[in-house]
């Protein structure tokens, strides 16, 4: 079975540009997250969605950050105008309803803001 | 204050060697928690769970201790392929995410 499947893997821009990083979650699966890890912070929540409907987007950072999820199989993040200090690895994880201790993650997606 | 402390480490430990972490939180509403393991540059995959009575899978045991908040992982038997760093993970009480520490690095050496 395929897993959370993450694009693109790595990008490089300048400050200033958009990005859209994007999500495939695992079939079936309910809940969907986007975390951002950085050597600073560590791992944080950034918004999670359930039944593609988003409950929790505290962690988005600033306006310039917004996430979408138009279906069960689909979800973007994107940063609009990104800075440098956006600089991180950005994982995508998803789990089932019944399950609330296993988070499948992407392998994440390393963006790098000049 | 974090949610989740954890000694950021590296610890470096001979292969057969008994290592242990700790793991602090802050919200006495925690009542699901975990061990993560990540790989350098690669993502985050459960561990094991964390039982109140304490359990273990096989040269791991995971302890939790509600009234000091602490979470404890023991590994027996170091394997070099232990290597890597390990999150602990917990979850609050009516919340769907689960909020991770900064993780603790092992190296296993030779």
């Known amino acids: 079975d395929a897993g959370v499947i993450q694009s693109p893997r790595h990008e490089v821009t300048e400050m200033g540009q958009e990005v859209t990083l994007r999500c495939k979650p695992i079939?079936?699966?309910?809940?969907l997250f986007w975390y951002r890890q950085t050597m600073m912070r560590g791992l944080e929540l950034l918004i999670y969605?359930?039944?593609?409907?988003?409950?929790?987007d505290s962690g988005m950072p600033e306006d310039r950050f917004s996430a979408k999820m138009p279906n069960a199989s689909f979800s973007t993040l994107k940063i609009q105008p990104s800075e440098p200090r956006d600089s991180a690895v950005y994982f995508c994880a998803s789990r089932g309803t019944g399950n609330t201790g296993e988070l499948f993650f992407g392998e994440g997606s390393r963006l790098t803001v000049l | 204050r974090k949610e989740v402390e954890q000694d950021p480490g590296p610890f470096n430990v001979p292969e057969g060697a008994t290592v242990a972490f700790n793991c602090t939180y802050s919200?006495?509403?925690?009542?699901?928690f975990f061990w993560y393991r990540q790989d350098c540059r690669k993502e985050p995959k459960l561990l094991m769970s964390?039982?109140?009575s304490g359990n273990e899978d096989g040269r791991f045991t995971a302890q939790l201790n509600r009234a000091s908040q602490y979470i404890s992982l023991l590994i027996r038997d170091s394997k070099l392929s232990d290597s890597a760093t390990y999150l602990c993970?917990?979850?609050?009480?009516?919340?769907?995410?689960?909020?991770f520490g900064s993780g603790t690095r092992l190296q296993v050496q030779p």
């Open positions: 993970v917990v979850n609050r009480r009516g919340r769907r995410a689960l909020t």
């Open positions: 969605f359930n039944n593609n409907v988003p409950i929790d």
């Open positions: 079939s079936g699966h309910d809940y």
């Open positions: 964390v039982y109140s």
């Open positions: 919200n006495s509403a925690s009542q699901s």
